[in-house]
Structure formats: C-alpha cells, structure tokens
Nanobody, 124 residues
Framework: QVKLVESGGALVQPGGSLTLSCAASGITLDAYAIGWFRQAPGKAREGVSCMSRSGLSTTYLDSVKGRFTISRENAKNMVYLQMTDLKPDDTAVYYC?????????????????WGQGTQVTVSS
C-alpha cells in the first residue's frame, strides 16, 4: 500500500519559516517526480512546487519563488518544502504528491499518489 504522509504544518507568524516533510512508503521515491500543492478555504488547489525524478528540474508558483525550496532525500524516501518569509496568503492545507515522469504531469496535478495534507496557518 502506497502512503504519503505530510508533517510539519503549524501556526506561524508572518515572516516566519516552516519546513514541511513528506514521508513515502510503498514506493521508491527516486522513481517518481514529486510535488507540493496547497488548497486554501474556498479556493481551488494550486501547485506550489514540483521536482523531476532526477532532481535537476524544479518549478515554483510565482508567488513563492525565492521563498520556498523543494527538495528530496531519496535515501530516506522523503520530500521537503522549506518555506521562509511566510505570508498570510500562504495559509492553506499543503499536500505532497508523487507521479511517474514526465514531471510536467505532476506539476499539473496529475499525480498518482497524494498525501492527506498538513495545515499551515500564517497569522499574527
């Protein structure tokens, strides 16, 4: 059974930082492109960042460029999203996803596997 489990969500003040983690089981992540998505209340899910299987290609939502960094640690079957200078508009449930190449499919939200999400709230 494939599982993706996110963790690290929290309440944080504007300007703060968080690192989200995603632990995969049942699959070997180095065979998959990966992505982070988010969904705020009343809004559609949007892609935040994605990374190719090789790790050589990454994509970021314009509003998070320079603030968020996606990474993967294949040896631990883990995916991370480092978030800095957080803003209230970053408040959402964040999901990790994994899918087969091409990674453009994952970036577009067409991933095979999804986690259950972790809540990030940015508020003073």
């Amino acid at each position: 059974q494939v599982k993706l489990v996110e963790s690290g969500g929290a309440l944080v003040q504007p300007g703060g930082s968080l690192t989200l983690s995603c632990a995969a089981s049942g699959i070997t992540l180095d065979a998959y492109a990966i992505g982070w998505f988010r969904q705020a209340p009343g809004k559609a899910r949007e892609g935040v960042s994605c990374m190719s299987r090789s790790g050589l290609s990454t994509t970021y939502l314009d509003s998070v460029k320079g603030r968020f960094t996606i990474s993967r640690e294949n040896a631990k079957n883990m995916v991370y999203l480092q978030m800095t200078d957080l803003k209230p508009d970053d408040t959402a449930v964040y999901y990790c996803a994994a899918g087969q190449s091409p990674y453009s499919n994952v970036c577009a939200g067409r991933a095979e596997y999804w986690g259950q999400g972790t809540q990030v709230t940015v508020s003073s």
